[in-house]
């Protein structure tokens, strides 16, 4: 599995000023992430993972699965991680899908 190659202090607005060169870039707690692409195993994975929980969730009204490119906002970090689940009832406290840690991830980290 591919770890973040590198690491340093940094804040969401540096981040967002990054080139978009095919790395992810993270902050947690003030601490900038650069993860190459994931491989393929990696993305086979997520996958497999996400055939097996979005039904369980729909099928069962628990709330909602969301894939990569779901930015995930929190104090002084912004994270997008592979695979994460809100409970409807912290989507609906949240108001707005993004603000919150999620309930579930999976992350190549």
Not at 90 to 96: L, S
Request: overall charge negative; aromatic content about 6%; glycine content about 8%.
């Amino acid at each position: 599995m591919a770890m973040a190659a590198q690491t340093k202090q940094g804040t969401i607005e540096e981040a967002h000023s990054l080139p978009d060169d095919g790395n992810k870039y993270e902050i947690v707690r003030g601490e900038l992430f650069v993860t190459p692409p994931p491989s393929d195993d990696h993305e086979t994975i997520t996958a497999r993972l996400t055939r097996i929980l979005d039904p369980f969730v729909a099928g069962n009204s628990l709330g909602m699965v969301y894939h990569a490119r779901a930015v995930m906002r929190f104090g002084d970090s912004e994270v997008e991680p592979d695979l994460s689940w809100f409970a409807n009832r912290t989507r609906a406290a949240v108001g707005e899908a993004g603000t919150t840690p999620q309930r579930l991830c999976s992350s190549s980290k």
